[in-house]
C-alpha cells in the first residue's frame, strides 16, 4: 500500500502575554497537537488530516508566571516566530479601571506585522482587546466577552461589535477570527480545524474531547473502539469481508460460512480475538457507516438505515438510539453543525 504523504502541518502561535489565560493557552495547545494523530490512536481508522504545529510565543523565552500565578515558558519568540499561518490571541485578565492601552507594545506590533504578511489573527473572549490596541479590529466585525463591551465602546469605537455572537469571521477573506467568553476557545478551535484540516476530523476532534452539547451524556460522542489486536487468522479473514458486506442480510451467518467454524465455535472464538459477539460487531459497524452519513450528507433516514442493512426504519432509529443515547436526527443536527460556515 502506498504511503500517502501529510501536507505539511498547519502552524499556530499562541500569544503568551502576563495576562493571558494560562488554561486557554495549554488547551488550545492540546487539542491542536491531537488534530491527525488522536482519532487513530482511538479507533484504530487511519487518518490523514493535515496535522497542526502550535507554539507558545512571548517577548521572551524565560519562564513567567501569569496574573493568576501560572507558570509559562514559550517555544520561541515574538522575534523568532516569523511567519505563522495562525495566530491565536487568549482571554485577559485586566484590573477593573485600569487603562490597559500600550500594555502590550511588541505583541501588538508584532500581531500587525504578520496580518501583513498573511497571517490569519485570532482572539478568544477578551484577547480580542490586544487585537483591537493593535488597530487590526478597526471598521471590522468582532465579538468578545460580554464584560468588556464597555471597554470597546470607550476605547474601540470604531470596531463593529457583535457580542451576542459567539464566533464571528471577518475582514479580508476572514482573517481575522473572534470568539465570545473563555469557553468558546473550543468553538474556535474547531472551526479552525474545520477551516485548515476538513470538517470530518473537526468532527473527530469534538467527540475526542467532549465539545459540545453533553445535555446527553457520553454516548453521542462514542465511537466503536480500536479492535483488539488478536492472531485469529480465521476470524480476521472475518472481520475484513464484513467491513465490506456487513448491510447483506444474515452477515452473521454469513461469517459462520467463510469460517468453515461450527456456529458455536464461530462466536466463541470472534468474541474471544475481538471483544465483541458476531451479532454486536456487526451492528457497530452498521451505526458507525450510519453515523458517518449522517455527519456528510442530507440523505434521508429511511435511506441510511437501508444502506446500513436496515429493512425497518423504524428498528435502525431503536438501535442508534440504544447506541448514541440520541436519535439519528438529533445526530445529524449537531455533528454536521461542525464547520467553517
Known amino acids: ?25 495549554y488547551g488550545l495547545h492540546e487539542v491542536f497537537l491531537s488534530v491527525g494523530k488522536t482519532w487513530e490512536q482511538l479507533t484504530g481508522h487511519q487518518n490523514h488530516a493535515r496535522q497542526i504545529s502550535p507554539l507558545v510565543v512571548a517577548k521572551s523565552k524565560r519562564r513567567f508566571h501569569t496574573s493568576l500565578g501560572v507558570p509559562i515558558a514559550a517555544d520561541a519568540t515574538f522575534s523568532e516566530a516569523r511567519q505563522p499561518d495562525i495566530i491565536v490571541v487568549a482571554d485577559l485578565t485586566l484590573e477593573p479601571g485600569v487603562d490597559f492601552r500600550d500594555r502590550w507594545p511588541q505583541a501588538s506590533s508584532w500581531l500587525r506585522e504578520q496580518y501583513e504578511r498573511g497571517a490569519i489573527i485570532c482572539s478568544v473572549c477578551t484577547g480580542a482587546l490586544m487585537l483591537a490596541e493593535a488597530g487590526l479590529l478597526d471598521g471590522s466585525e468582532a465579538t468578545t466577552h460580554w464584560s468588556a463591551t464597555q471597554l470597546f465602546e470607550t476605547y474601540y469605537p470604531h470596531v463593529k461589535l457583535k457580542a451576542e455572537r459567539v464566533l464571528v469571521p471577518a475582514g479580508s477573506e476572514h482573517r481575522i477570527v473572534t470568539s465570545g467568553g473563555s469557553a468558546s476557545w473550543s468553538d474556535l478551535a474547531l472551526y479552525l ?3 485548515f484540516c476538513g470538517q470530518e476530523e473537526a468532527r473527530c476532534i469534538a467527540k475526542a474531547f467532549l465539545f459540545g452539547d453533553r445535555s446527553n451524556g457520553q454516548l453521542p460522542f462514542a465511537a466503536m473502539a480500536r479492535p483488539k489486536q488478536h492472531n485469529d487468522a480465521v476470524v480476521t479473514k472475518c472481520q475484513v469481508w464484513i467491513a465490506e458486506n456487513y ?71 431503536r438501535l442508534f438510539k440504544r447506541s448514541t443515547g440520541i436519535s439519528p436526527s438529533e445526530y445529524r443536527q449537531r455533528f454536521q453543525s461542525v464547520s467553517i460556515s
Open 1 to 25: 500500500m502506498p504511503v500517502i504523504a501529510r501536507p505539511t502541518p498547519v502552524t499556530v502561535c499562541l500569544v503568551a502575554v502576563p495576562e493571558i489565560s494560562a488554561a486557554v493557552v
Open 193 to 195: 480545524i474545520a477551516r
Open 247 to 317: 448491510a447483506l442480510p444474515n452477515p452473521v451467518m454469513r461469517m459462520v460460512e467463510r469460517s468453515g467454524l461450527a456456529s458455536r465455535t464461530f462466536v466463541r472464538r470472534f468474541k474471544s480475538a475481538t471483544g465483541y459477539v458476531p451479532l454486536d460487531y456487526v451492528q457497530t459497524l452498521r451505526i458507525e457507516e450510519a453515523k458517518q452519513m449522517l455527519e456528510a450528507s442530507n440523505d434521508p433516514i429511511q435511506e441510511i438505515a437501508l444502506d446500513v442493512g436496515y429493512d425497518d426504519p423504524n428498528s435502525f432509529r
